[in-house]
């Protein structure tokens, strides 16, 4: 069963520094997301991506952060200078179908959990 | 603004017994509704879903009913297993959005034999 793989399973990084995320969505899919669940608190939303572009972001998605397909299988989340409340788990996802749709069942992968230092 | 309140946790529960977790929203307009599982050490599955009120979603014995009058959702199972303890959120997506979930904070439930 095709599924969203994630890499790498957890990255220790120190603060300030860059970090890239990476997913590989499900291989027909269309439509990207990127969630993140710090410790104890609620899965949030931070952005969506389609066509090669980002279709919408929660105010956590500030300049510090972007997202690419810089290729047809990738899908990656950059954090720019990282801070200590970045640390959290990072959930990408994706699904077939997008807007309007009631359809479009969002797959997610298993998370990559960051430890800013 | 929308939101979505679950019962906190950890809800324990034996073997076969009947489980419950309660889930509102706060929302304009007609948002679906989902219910998504995490089993250890994996990512959000979706359990199941509602489009509309009154819709029921079912899947694996676990049923929950859209109820606009009184902006509920709640997760049923009428016997649940030890393979059913996971965390479970429920979660709300606007019909104008382009796919953004919104999640409740997460039940876990643990069943004991």
């Known amino acids: 069963e095709p599924e969203v793989t994630q890499t790498p399973s957890h990255q220790v990084t120190q603060m300030g520094q860059e970090v890239i995320l990476r997913c590989v969505p499900i291989?027909?899919?269309?439509?990207f997301y990127w969630y993140r669940q710090i410790l104890g608190q609620k899965v949030e939303f931070l952005v969506s991506?389609?066509?090669?572009?980002?279709?919408?972001k929660s105010e956590i998605f500030d300049d510090q952060f972007s997202v690419e397909r810089p290729d047809g299988s990738n899908f990656t989340l950059k954090i720019r200078s990282t801070k200590l409340e970045d640390s959290a788990m990072y959930f990408c996802?994706?699904?077939?179908?997008?807007?309007?749709?009631?359809?479009?069942?969002?797959?997610f992968g298993p998370g990559t959990r960051l430890t800013v230092l | 603004g929308n939101s979505v309140t679950q019962m906190e946790g950890p809800v324990t529960l034996s073997e076969e017994a009947f489980l419950t977790i309660n889930c509102t929203y706060t929302?304009?307009?007609?948002?679906?509704l989902f219910w998504y599982v995490q089993y250890p050490g994996e990512g959000l599955q979706l359990l199941l879903k509602?489009?509309?009120?009154?819709d029921k979603g079912s899947n694996k014995g676990f049923e929950a009913t859209y109820r606009k009058e009184t902006t509920s959702f709640h997760l049923e199972k009428g016997s649940v297993q030890v393979s059913d303890s996971a965390v479970y959120f429920c979660?709300?997506?606007?019909?104008?959005?382009?796919?953004?979930?919104?999640f409740g904070a997460g039940t876990q439930v643990v069943v004991t034999p």
């Open positions: 991506f389609y066509n090669n572009e980002i279709s919408e």
């Open positions: 929302a304009t307009g007609y948002p679906s």
């Open positions: 291989s027909n899919h269309l439509y």
């Open positions: 509602a489009t509309k009120a009154d």
């Open positions: 996802a994706s699904s077939e179908l997008g807007r309007g749709s009631s359809y479009n069942e969002q797959f």
């Open positions: 979660a709300l997506r606007r019909s104008d959005s382009w796919g953004k979930l919104q």
